[in-house]
């Protein structure tokens, strides 16, 4: 539930109605009825289920569009397969994580880093005893690779959650271009221009 939730913590993160909204859906244990209600076939449209039902509108305005929308879906069947098979292309567990991209939520900088350097010299120093005092020193030295490898794969598996959502960008650059293409409702100059500011990550 985490991963689906990403978004709409990035989208309401300081906003303090939604803290108030937050609250409240814990209350309700909204994250009990998405279970029941997601019929999602797309990890995006998870995440954008998931934050609708924990920060429900109240704007006349918004709440006419977001009717409009539905409306159209469903009585356009074309439009709605067309759309459902885009977001299929874009339907990869990396995808929970383009949000992180999209808000530039910052990765929080390692607390141990004189622990980290210490170990990363730990190796050489031992290497160095076992070569003038004794052999014995090499268990220590497999001991010091060891704990070097535990830390490499925590700390990597920390920065994959924020790096590996750029090799989606160039799928979901392509996806937008798309979708704005198969329909006049679909057009949004905002997403025509943000693609556009993305076009170098087309060549990958």
């Not at 996806?175 to 293409?181: F, H, N, V």
Request: aromatic share 10%; hydrophobic share 45%.
């Amino acid at each position: 539930m985490s991963r689906i939730s990403a978004y709409d913590k990035h989208l309401h993160m300081q906003s303090p109605i939604a803290a108030r909204g937050r609250k409240t859906a814990e209350d309700l244990n909204m994250d009990a009825v998405f279970a029941k209600l997601d019929r999602c076939k797309s990890k995006i449209g998870q995440q954008y289920l998931y934050a609708m039902l924990h920060h429900p509108i109240a704007n006349k305005a918004e709440l006419e569009e977001r009717n409009a929308a539905i409306t159209f879906f469903q009585e356009q069947e074309e439009s709605r397969l067309a759309v459902q098979m885009e977001l299929q292309q874009l339907n990869r567990t990396l995808s929970y994580s383009i949000s992180n991209i999209i808000f530039d939520w910052k990765l929080d900088a390692a607390t141990n880093k004189l622990l980290i350097l210490a170990l990363s010299l730990l190796p050489l120093f031992i290497l160095g005893l076992c070569i003038w005092v004794s052999k014995a020193f090499a268990l220590l030295l497999a001991l010091s690779f060891f704990v070097n490898l535990l830390f490499h794969y925590r700390n990597k598996s920390r920065v994959e959650f924020f790096i590996s959502p750029f090799s989606q960008i160039p799928a979901l650059r392509a996806s937008a271009l798309r979708l704005s293409r198969l329909h006049p409702n679909f057009q949004n100059e905002e997403i025509r221009a943000a693609c556009k500011k993305l076009s170098a990550f087309g060549r990958y």
